[in-house]
Each structure stands twice: as structure tokens, then as C-alpha cells.
């Protein structure tokens, strides 16, 4: 079961605190004031670490995501369509968590909460797990994208949350590299320039490999309903080297 199908009620948005709390409560909040379904038995019930791990990586998504879409002043219906296919075709978030996030995303946008500070509080939650900082990166980056071209006030944006997780800005152009094609692409995948040395590019790989192997990100606090698109970049950086590996002739 995803972190959806676990929510629990009225702490929800205590245990958060700061913007994203706020969000969080008023969804969930309104959710059981309204007199819909428990999502639990136990409403008063408290989340373990990694499941408030979880929710707290679910809420920024689709807050963030929701502020993205503001980036140019208004929000278009393919826009919010670009949202939903994300959640449903590729976190195959079935219709009631799409509910539950299309809900997180529209209260976002009446928040008075910026980009930046949904940004901040997620670094100050992740701050010293780099493959979360890095995955939501990715994430804003690949619904940004999803039209062929990248936006440059969302691209400003995104580049904002870049500077507030402390990533550098290879790891920006690394993560970049995914999405938006050319010819050194595989190099930037592993964050290698293809003048590196075989042994160099052998080691980047390795690394990335381990940080971003699927059990490794299990233990981390990604939800359950976002695993497949880590699986996904994991199999992108095998294969980028598989790729290198055949054009250098590595063994």
C-alpha cells in the first residue's frame, strides 16, 4: 500500500509544520471534515519516520508542482492535464490519489506560499539525503519538459530550487541531460565529460549505480507511488555506460 492509502487525519499537518503542513492539513483536514472515507483505522494514529518521510516527499511534489505551473502568471488546463499525466501514466497514481494529489496541487496554488519556500522546507527535510534533493530535480524537470521545450521562467524556477538544495550546477546539467538531447548525452547522464578517462567514467558510474540502486532508494523515504521512476533513472545510468562502455570499447 502507498503513503496515500496510509494518511492519517487531524496531525498530519502538525507533524509537517511550515507551508507544506499547511497544505497538508487543509487538504486532509477538509478531507475528513467533509465526512469522506478514513484512509485509516485509526484516525489519531502517528506515522512512522519513513512514512512521514514519504508524505512530506508527496505533499512538496505536487506543491512545487502546482507553483511551476505559475511560473508564467496563469495556469492552463494543459498545464494541469501535463500534472495529471505525470501522476497517472507514470506514478500510475490510480483516480482516488490522483484525487488526493490534484488536491494538494490546487490548494498550492491559492497558497500564499512561494516556489521557493515549498523548496526550502524540502531541503530542510531532505537536506542530507542528496538522491531526494536530486530526484525532486528530476521530477520538476520531467513535467516541465513535457511539451518538447523548457519554459524559461519555469526553467528559473527550477534552477532556484537547485541553488537551495546546494546541488552544483553539473548536477543541474547532468539531470537536464535526460530530458533535453545531444550528442554527449550518456556523459552527462553519469556527470562525465566525454573526455574523461575510461577509468574516471568507470568510477562516476559505479557511484551513481549504488546511490541510486532500487533498495538503496527504498530505505530513503520515497514513496511507494514514486519508486518506478527512480527505477527508471537507475536504468537510464546503466544504460548511459552500457553506451559509453560500446563506443570506447570498455570491458
Known amino acids: 500500500m502507498g503513503i496515500v492509502g496510509k494518511i492519517v487525519g487531524g ?6 509544520g511550515g507551508p507544506l503542513g499547511a497544505i497538508a492539513g487543509a487538504v486532509f483536514g477538509h478531507a475528513f ?4 472515507e478514513d484512509l485509516t483505522q485509526d484516525r489519531h494514529a502517528y506515522l512512522s519516520s519513513l512514512e512521514s518521510s514519504q508524505l512530506a516527499f508527496f505533499v512538496s511534489t505536487f506543491s512545487m508542482l502546482a507553483k511551476l505551473a505559475q511560473a508564467d ?22 483516480p482516488p490519489d490522483w484525487q488526493v494529489a490534484f488536491n494538494i496541487f490546487r490548494t498550492a496554488l491559492d497558497s500564499p506560499a512561494t516556489f521557493e519556500d515549498f523548496a526550502r522546507q524540502f531541503h530542510q527535510l531532505f537536506r542530507h539525503e ?8 528530476d521530477f520538476l524537470m520531467q513535467v ?8 524559461p521562467a519555469e526553467e528559473a524556477l527550477i534552477q532556484s530550487a537547485v541553488g537551495l538544495f546546494n546541488l552544483s550546477n553539473a548536477h543541474y546539467q547532468q539531470i537536464k541531460a535526460r530530458y533535453l538531447h545531444s550528442d554527449d548525452r550518456a556523459y552527462q547522464i553519469l556527470g562525465c565529460r566525454s573526455s574523461d578517462d575510461s577509468e574516471t567514467i568507470k568510477k562516476k558510474y559505479r557511484a551513481l549505480a549504488q546511490s541510486y540502486h532500487p533498495d538503496k532508494i527504498a530505505g530513503i523515504g520515497l514513496p511507494d507511488e514514486f519508486t ?9 545510468i546503466q544504460a548511459a ?11
Open 11 to 16: 496531525t498530519i499537518g502538525l507533524a509537517l
Open 33 to 36: 471534515d467533509a465526512g469522506q
Open 73 to 94: 502568471g496563469r495556469v492552463s488546463e494543459k498545464e494541469v492535464a501535463t500534472v495529471q499525466s505525470f501522476a497517472t501514466h507514470h506514478l500510475g497514481l490510480k
Open 130 to 137: 542528496p538522491q531526494m534533493l536530486e530526484m525532486m530535480i
Open 144 to 151: 516541465s519538459v513535457a511539451d518538447g521545450e523548457l519554459n
Open 228 to 236: 518506478r521512476l527512480a527505477e527508471e533513472k537507475f536504468r537510464e
Open 241 to 251: 555506460y552500457e553506451t559509453i562502455k560500446k563506443e570506447r570499447g570498455i570491458r
